[in-house]
């Protein structure tokens, strides 16, 4: 089955500077991968996701890159803000069949003021 | 966005005793509802897959007796705690998947404290 490795687990950023989350994925059939925010005793949020037939998507502070040949991609934060403070996810989906989610094991991302 | 309701939000119960909790889509209908554990610091772990109008699937590990799912309806899955014991306290989220849309959307979780 997929496996997905989330690194790193926390992190930690001035206000105003960039974060970079980074996953790899083992199920070169996975197609769609998404990234959700939650907050402690949240619900996780949709944040973005991208599909496999695009390197690169971006909205507002938030892009994420795919790399389909070295199986990996990352969650880009710009300009962060302390309410970026939350536990991020990444999660790939064979986008096929029942579409099931395997999820990363989280970075906790705290943005200093 | 979609909307997924969960309920209860938070549930205490005694150990030996059963507990149903309620996923519903609320604007959308969802062929596929899944249903999550999540331990605190942790990730969510899915525990079982659920499509209307057929049995549910179960990761490995999970017990299908111990934790029913029922998905009656395009729009409702049930997830029953079965003797429950203090290990099952945990963090229980589902989400549903739009069959239109393909994306999935979570439900606000429901905390189980088993005593």
């Known amino acids: 089955g997929e496996n997905v490795e989330q690194h790193p687990s926390t992190l930690s950023v001035q206000e105003g500077d960039s974060a970079v989350i980074k996953c790899t994925y083992s199920?070169?059939?996975?197609?769609?991968f998404p990234w959700y925010k939650q907050e402690l005793g949240k619900r996780p949020q949709l944040i973005i996701d991208i599909r496999s037939n695009v390197g690169e998507k971006k909205d507002q502070r938030i892009a994420v890159t795919l790399n389909k040949t070295a199986k990996h991609f990352s969650l880009h934060i710009t300009e962060t803000q302390p309410e970026d403070s939350a536990v991020y996810f990444c999660a790939a989906s064979r986008g096929a069949g029942s579409y099931q989610l395997t999820f990363g094991k989280g970075t906790k991302l705290s943005v200093i003021p | 966005g979609a909307v997924v309701s969960q309920h209860p939000s938070w549930v205490i119960c005694k150990s030996g005793t059963s507990v149903k909790i309620e996923c519903r889509s609320l604007d959308f209908q969802a062929t596929t509802m899944f249903w999550y554990r999540q331990f605190p610091k942790q990730s969510l772990m899915l525990m079982a897959t659920?499509?209307?109008?057929?049995?549910?699937?179960?990761e490995q590990g999970v017990e299908k007796d111990k934790f029913l799912i029922n998905h009656a309806s395009l729009t409702l899955s049930t997830l029953t705690v079965t003797s429950a014991h203090p290990e099952d306290s945990s963090f229980y989220i589902c989400?549903?998947?739009?069959?239109?849309?393909?994306?999935?959307?979570f439900g606000p979780g429901t905390r189980l404290t088993v005593t």
């Open positions: 989400s549903a998947r739009d069959g239109l849309t393909y994306e999935q959307y």
């Open positions: 659920s499509n209307e109008g057929s049995k549910a699937t179960y």
């Open positions: 199920d070169s059939a996975s197609n769609y």
